[in-house]
């Protein structure tokens, strides 16, 4: 019987993965982005104040946002841009598009945003319970006679004169003045009660039965050797080859992306739920980067769909790439870490029981707080497998901006902590 031979027809497929780095891709006509930013940690935005803008030049805000202002990432949801309540000093409330990047960023510079008085009100008795300090009236501003952030202020000296402070509206809304914020921003992250995003233990041998602090403490006191070390880490920045971005356009009645991404499909249903779009509508291409440890793998969906949006909205080509002050404040690699470990250990080197406690700022949020948790705790066991181990992982959000994972990184200062504090 003759071989039956089936003819293949080879389909064509369009590339989505590009030869070229985000800062060389152009198209015609293409706009440029610039993200407007609150210039505080906390507050509910009452207006984002903007007389006019020059011909060709459009601020977009979660309002023109056709769809959902969310982006659902694992079990955290953020937003693409801030509505009311501010989180953390830098968080988008809007993107400013035009012709001419340094005229963008200057406009998007410029636009003064408006908070409500009866939320720095709340700062201030908040603080007044842990200031016991003399008061000092603040006019138009504070009426609580136990609160003492004016009495800060003025010892800081960062205000010349009170009496200078704007009075407020009928609104009972005001523009912070930049000395203020300032100085509420430097108290505020200290004494602000962060929420635990992620917790691991591991408890073996004599902590699996004890929960006393001074039994534990005993314990490690009667060794031979008790030896204690703290560890911080915190990944530096490398030398951008470019910063974080994309640029988004329309063709054909399809949205293309072009984007660092390492999450295409998380991008692509972002951009749908957000836009109204189909998602077969939608083509994500992947441009070059440096490194995927340092893309932030789920923030540049954000300054995708932030792109995209304008793109749709403005007709134009729309390319977003953040400064290099932004990239280094906003976009870092990593989450800050804090290793503190205890060891008791007897004469001849013998390991007989092992305490860590690591703390990680996860900033405003990070979808990857359980797995970081888990990586840290997994590390940090090792493999010298003591008796006696107690691991206790705590993950913790701050007013700071979100973090990312870095994935190839996260288990290495761990065990750098480790083998240092042994050695």
């Not at 995708?304 to 729309?318: K, M």
Request: proline content about 5%; hydrophobic content about 35%; overall charge negative.
């Amino acid at each position: 019987m003759p071989e039956r031979k089936t003819k293949r027809t080879k389909k064509l497929r369009k590339s989505y993965i590009l030869k070229d780095f985000l800062i060389d891709c152009t198209k015609n006509s293409m706009y440029y982005g610039a993200l407007v930013r609150s210039p505080s940690s906390f507050g509910k935005i009452t207006n984002i104040g903007i007389t006019s803008l020059p011909e060709g030049y459009y601020l977009y805000t979660a309002r023109d946002i056709p769809g959902e202002n969310v982006i659902h990432t694992l079990d955290t949801d953020t937003q693409i841009f801030c509505t009311e309540e501010v989180h953390y000093a830098g968080e988008p409330v809007g993107i400013l598009v035009g012709p001419d990047i340094q005229k963008v960023r200057k406009l998007a510079s410029e636009i003064q945003l408006t908070f409500d008085i009866s939320t720095i009100e709340n700062v201030a008795k908040n603080l007044s319970r842990i200031y016991k300090r003399p008061f000092l009236e603040l006019p138009g501003y504070v009426t609580d006679k136990d609160s003492a952030i004016a009495d800060i202020v003025d010892d800081l000296n960062i205000l010349p004169s009170l009496d200078s402070l704007p009075a407020p509206t009928e609104k009972s809304s005001y523009t912070a003045p930049e000395q203020i914020t300032k100085v509420i921003e430097s108290i505020t992250p200290h004494h602000t009660e962060s929420a635990v995003l992620a917790k691991r233990e591991i408890r073996t041998g004599f902590f699996e039965n004890v929960r006393d602090e001074k039994e534990t403490d005993s314990f490690f006191k009667n060794a031979d050797f008790d030896v204690s070390d703290v560890w911080t880490n915190r990944e530096k920045s490398p030398v951008w080859i470019e910063t974080s971005g994309a640029l988004s356009y329309m063709e054909d009645s399809t949205l293309n992306v072009l984007s660092t991404t390492q999450w295409p499909a998380h991008l692509q249903k972002t951009l749908s739920n957000a836009l109204n779009i189909d998602e077969n509508r939608i083509e994500i291409r992947k441009t070059l980067s440096q490194s995927k440890n340092f893309n932030g793998t789920w923030r540049t969906t954000t300054l995708a769909v932030q792109s995209a949006l304008a793109a749709v909205l403005s007709d134009h080509p729309v390319k977003l790439l953040l400064t290099r002050k932004e990239q280094e404040l906003f976009n870092a690699p990593g989450t800050s870490v804090t290793i503190t470990q205890r060891s008791a250990v007897d004469k001849e080197g013998h390991i007989k029981a092992m305490q860590v406690f690591i703390e990680g700022d996860a900033g405003y949020t990070n979808p990857f707080a359980k797995e970081i948790a888990d990586r840290l705790s997994i590390a940090c066991a090792n493999f010298y497998c003591p008796e006696n181990l107690y691991i206790c992982t705590t993950i913790k959000n701050s007013p700071n901006p979100p973090t990312s994972i870095s994935l190839e990184t996260i288990d290495s200062g761990a065990f750098f902590a480790v083998e240092n504090h042994l050695n």
